[in-house]
Every structure is written in structure tokens, then in C-alpha cells.
């Protein structure tokens, strides 16, 4: 049953990775694998519990007869409870992120991005897109952050081939600042939640080589293209009776909205509490600011709902979808047992982060960035200091200690191979749902030089390790 599981995982993987071929949704695969795979656990539950957990099995029994009844009791209320909440605290934080953007955007407060991009110098524009979307998406998620700025390309440029260029530099940007902070990406936000890194540590590990895989394919994107570009008018966004905040109004919001993001790092330092609760606060807070500013406005019927936050929230419930279905699937095949023997065979015949960093980002080329670090980040738990004393080689094992090198090395690589195929981010898929890129197309202009930055940051992590 152990190796039907596992083998329903990998299956998974595989329609992940062909997905542009088989035209299946993401979100509906892992889904499918997680479902099914605690289905097949909980029918062979009696064994995989007296094989993993009998101690806790017996305590909770107290002397009570051990019945089917009871093996399934202890699996849901004792195994199967932890995996939802450890995935229901991305998935939150997720929702937070969205619903934040989501008032931020019908309110105005990211149309002053659209006032600086127009311009007819190509490279300007390049550079401009790509720095805003950078920085937004290391306070939000990335996927979030491409979708709002290709919405934007989109209304600016009305030639589809520069389109796919300037979309590709969005999504190169969107992928490195995401993989810049624990908040801008759901595998770092994982490895935060888990306890395998700091916010600060992180960033600061990650900073010059996310600038690299970054700056290099995009000065290279900027080669292809003319010296000018012609931008179409757009009037700017009809909203009705939506709005009518002045630019006060709006700054305060996206202060209150993207400050309280920047905080909830240090949210979590003061309180040790998930950090699904501090972006749970800075939402309150903006919600009630947007009813205070739009008092007047409040009325149901004067409210119109515009079309760019519906695209985001159909992307981000898919993103949610996916990684709740990535961590259910993961945390069966954990709980058969097999991932402690994968991890006896990588420190017995890897035994270098660097060779595993390598391996996670050829992976997460083709099948996602997400289950990718989900699949490499369950091989190994987090030490501590104590118990590194215990290991003959401390060397190697120091980098599965909080803020170890594996972890960073795994975030960075697994996101990195997003931007060498565009089938291996949510982001990319966007990209290629909107402005109809072939893969090909992509690897050649694109992927390659991505593939060359993204191992120059992978160097300059070496060097600086």
C-alpha cells in the first residue's frame, strides 16, 4: 500500500509536468493525489501506525481495545490534523495576501503604476515594469504580483510580440523577488512556518544571488528589443461610483496595506504565533481604513466589482487549492515511512546540499516550484543544536540546522527553475495563458540565460557561504 501511494504521488508529478499537454489543471491533480493517498492510508491505518507511531498510539488507546474504530480516531485527531494545519496556515496567508491586494486595487491605489510606465523608451519601460514588479512581489505573492502587472502590460502595449518580451521580464521578476523574502513565495513562507529559517537570515542569503538570476536574463531581454515602443492610450479604469479617494487617501491605504506586510516578520519574533494571524491583523486594519475612506460608499448597489481582482482571486484559490492538495499528498507518503528511507539513501549516496540544490531545480523546470521544495523540504527535519552533537559528521549535517544551508539552497534553486521553464511556475503558466507563449519559444529567448543567472546566484551562494 506504501509503494500505491507513493506511486499515486509520482503519477501526480508527472500530469503536473505535462499539464500544458494534457490541458489538466494543477490545482485539480493534487488535489486528487492528496485525497486519495490518506484514503489508502486510513484503510491500511493499523499498520502504518503501529510501524510509526506506536507510543503515541498506545497512550492514546489508555487501555482500550485497538479496534479499526479507534486506529481511525487516532489518525484523524493525532496524524492527519497536523498536515491541514500546517497547510492551512499557507493557505490563509495566501487568502490575506489576496483579499489585501484586492481592496488595495479597487481603491485605486496601484493606478500610479500605469502613470510611470508611459513611456516610449523600450528600455525604460523594461526596467520600470520589471523593477515595480520585483519589489511588489517580495511583499506579495508572486503569482498575485504577475497577474496585476501583466493586466497592466496588457492595457500599455499593443504589439503581442513585445508583449511576450516585456511578460517575460514580469515573470522573471516576479519569480526572483518572491524567492527574495519569506512572505513574496509559498516555499519560503513554508520554510518560516516550519521553523528552517529566519526572515532576516533569509533574505540576506538569497539577496545578491536573486539579483543576479534577476538582472542578467532581464538586461539580456532588453538587447532584443527596439529603441522605442508604441504604447496605446488608455483612459484610466472606469469605476463608477467605486471610488473616490484622493491620492492622500490611496497612499494610506498602500502604506497600511504593504507596511503591515513588512511588520509581520516582526509579528512573528514577538509573538512566536503563525504568521497567517499577523497578515489576518494588517486585513482587519485595511479592511476597516477602506470602510472609514468609503463611508459614503457603502451602499451594495454603488458598489462595482471590476474585473482585474476577479482574475486574481481565480489564480490565487488555484494556488490554495494546490498547495493544500502538494502537502496532504506529501504528508501520506511521509507517514508510510518511505521518506525516511529516501533520506538514509541521499545522506548515504548524495551527501552534498549542493548536488541535492542542483537535482531540486532540474526538477522544478518541469514539474512546479512548489511541490519541488515541498518534496525536497520533507526529506529532512530541522536540528538543533543538541542534537547536531550527536552526529559524527556535524559538518555536513550543520545545514539542516534553523537558517542551514540546505534550505536556502533548496528555495533558491526550486525557484530559480521556474524561470528556466515557464511550465514550472504559477507564474509562468499566467504568462502563457495570457499571451498564448509556446514553451519553445520562451527556452530559447529566455530560459537559457535565465539557466546561466540562476547558476551565477547558485555561485555567488557558494562563494559566500
Same mark, same amino acid.
Given at each position: ?22 490541458? $489538466? ?24 501506525? $503501529? ?127 518572491? =524567492? ?32 543576479? =538570476? ?233 530560459? =537559457? ?11 555567488? $551562494?557558494?562563494?559566500?557561504?
Amino acid at each position: 500500500m506504501a509503494l500505491i501511494i507513493i506511486s499515486i504521488l509520482i503519477v501526480g508529478y508527472v500530469l503536473i509536468a505535462m499539464g500544458h499537454v494534457t490541458k $489538466m489543471n494543477k490545482a485539480a491533480i493534487a488535489m486528487f493525489a492528496g485525497t486519495v493517498g490518506w484514503v489508502l492510508y486510513i484503510c491500511y491505518g493499523t499498520d502504518f501506525v $503501529m510501524s510509526q507511531h506506536p507510543r503515541e498510539y498506545s497512550d492514546f488507546l489508555s487501555g482500550a481495545a485497538a479496534t479499526s474504530a479507534n486506529v481511525k480516531h487516532f489518525i484523524a485527531q493525532n496524524i492527519f490534523i497536523k498536515y491541514v494545519g500546517k497547510g492551512a496556515e499557507i493557505v490563509l496567508f495566501l487568502l490575506s495576501t489576496m483579499t489585501i491586494v484586492e481592496i488595495l486595487d479597487n481603491n485605486g491605489c496601484f493606478d500610479f503604476l500605469s502613470e510611470w510606465m508611459r513611456t516610449r523608451s523600450s528600455r525604460r519601460l523594461l526596467w520600470t515594469m520589471a523593477g515595480i514588479t520585483f519589489l511588489i512581489s517580495a511583499n506579495l505573492d508572486n503569482l498575485t504580483t504577475t497577474t496585476m502587472m501583466l493586466v497592466i502590460m496588457h492595457k500599455l502595449l499593443p504589439n503581442r510580440r513585445q508583449r511576450m518580451v516585456f511578460g517575460s521580464a514580469i515573470v522573471l521578476a516576479a519569480n526572483c523577488g518572491g =524567492a527574495l523574502t519569506v512572505i513574496g513565495d509559498p516555499n519560503g513562507l513554508l520554510l518560516w512556518t516550519n521553523g528552517a529559517v529566519t526572515a532576516t537570515s533569509f533574505s540576506a542569503s538569497l539577496a545578491l544571488p536573486c539579483l543576479m =538570476a534577476w538582472l542578467l536574463p532581464t538586461w539580456w531581454l532588453g538587447r532584443s528589443l527596439p529603441s522605442h515602443v508604441e504604447l496605446q492610450s488608455t483612459a484610466m479604469p472606469y469605476r463608477g461610483d467605486d471610488t473616490n479617494l484622493n491620492r492622500w487617501q490611496r497612499l494610506l491605504m498602500l502604506f497600511v496595506g504593504i507596511g503591515g506586510l513588512w511588520f509581520i516578520p516582526t509579528f512573528h519574533n514577538i509573538t512566536k504565533l503563525s504568521p497567517f494571524l499577523g497578515a489576518l491583523c494588517v486585513l482587519s486594519v485595511l479592511w476597516i481604513v477602506n470602510e472609514v475612506v468609503n463611508r459614503k460608499l457603502m451602499n451594495i448597489d454603488q458598489m462595482i466589482q471590476r474585473p482585474t481582482p476577479r482574475v486574481l482571486q481565480y489564480g490565487i484559490i488555484q494556488l490554495m487549492l494546490f498547495v493544500m492538495g502538494v502537502m496532504l499528498a506529501i504528508g501520506a507518503v511521509r507517514e508510510t515511512g518511505i521518506i525516511n528511507h529516501i533520506e538514509q539513501f541521499c545522506h548515504a549516496n548524495i551527501h552534498n546540499v549542493w548536488i541535492m540544490g542542483v537535482i531540486a531545480g532540474v526538477s522544478s523546470c518541469v514539474i512546479d516550484t512548489f511541490a519541488t521544495c515541498m518534496s525536497f523540504f520533507s526529506l529532512h527535519q530541522v536540528i538543533d543544536a543538541q542534537q547536531l552533537r550527536l552526529f559524527s559528521d556535524s559538518g555536513y549535517m550543520s545545514a539542516f540546522v534553523t537558517n542551514g544551508m540546505y534550505w536556502k539552497i533548496i528555495a533558491y534553486c526550486s525557484a530559480m527553475g521556474g524561470n528556466v521553464l515557464l511550465l514550472g511556475s504559477m507564474s509562468g503558466l499566467a504568462l502563457m495563458k495570457m499571451e498564448h507563449i509556446h514553451v519553445g519559444w520562451y527556452f530559447k529567448h529566455v530560459g =537559457a540565460v535565465a539557466a546561466i543567472g540562476s547558476a551565477l546566484g547558485l555561485v555567488l $551562494m557558494w562563494i559566500m557561504n
